[in-house]
């Protein structure tokens, strides 16, 4: 299992993601148009999939979009895995990590948000349709992280035109509870290791400079899945 920062020359892969979504009945990853993946450009936004050998079987992004009067940035934007991926680690989680944009994308949707906007908090949204029974059991399980002090429901937020829940992540809960599931599942906790060297450094006030060279130090690799270039 492999997760790379989608690029253009892993369109063919996604192509083939997006018919599998399709034929699944996931419409919003049913095709390239349909993730708008344009729009998520340069600081606006990135797109990650999820390689089980040659093949996408999931994927998820972060996007800088308008809340009120400031930007935060939406993560697990257009999450998405195929049916047979769904609950790919054995299991049961009360934090959702058996997800693999959950458990997997997600750290790196935080890593992107350090690098290019550290001073935004990460939130996540869940369409308010309950006509839709997929839609009504995303909420439900948002209400149920909630109670485990994950996430917090902060309001409600119109994007393309649709009513969305908005929810703030609990960033030092959320890496806690995942580290220890990483060493349950024997996962290589090199990204999450970074991402808490980022914390402790800016807590300290320290330049991105310091923790860039700290990071070096430590033998972090600053890119640690390296595009998938096919």
């Known amino acids: 299992m492999n997760v790379a920062l989608y690029t253009e020359n ?5 192509d083939l993601f997006c018919q ?3 034929e699944e009945g996931i419409v919003n990853n049913s095709s390239y148009e349909s993730i708008k993946l344009k729009e998520l450009k340069g600081k606006e936004g990135a797109f990650w999939v999820c390689y089980d050998n040659e093949v996408i079987v ?3 992004g ?3 979009i308008p809340v009120q009067t400031e930007y935060a940035i939406r993560v697990l934007y257009r999450a998405a895995s195929l049916q047979s991926y769904r609950a790919y680690f054995p299991g049961l ?3 959702h990590f058996t997800s693999i ?3 997997m994308i997600l750290p790196h949707c935080i890593e992107w948000r350090n690098f290019n906007h550290p001073d ?3 939130v996540i949204t869940t369409n308010i349709n309950f006509k839709k029974h997929k839609t009504f059991n995303t909420n439900q399980l948002f209400h149920s ?3 485990c002090g994950l996430v917090s429901h902060i309001g409600e937020i119109l994007l393309y035109n649709v009513r969305q829940k908005l929810w703030r992540l609990n960033e030092k809960l959320y890496l806690e509870r995942l580290q220890k599931f990483y060493k349950r599942n024997n996962i290589s906790p090199v990204l999450l290791n970074k991402i808490n060297l980022y914390n402790k450094v800016k807590a300290k006030n320290r330049s991105n400079g310091e923790w860039l060279e700290l990071s070096r130090k430590k033998g972090f690799v600053l890119n640690t899945d390296k595009n998938k270039s096919k």
């Open 10 to 14: 892993q369109r063919k892969y996604l």
């Open 20 to 22: 599998k979504c399709k």
């Open 58 to 60: 999931s994927g998820a």
């Open 62 to 64: 972060s996007q800088l």
């Open 93 to 95: 989680s009360r934090y």
């Open 101 to 103: 944009p959950f458990s």
């Open 120 to 122: 935004l908090e990460i």
């Open 145 to 147: 992280l909630e109670k």
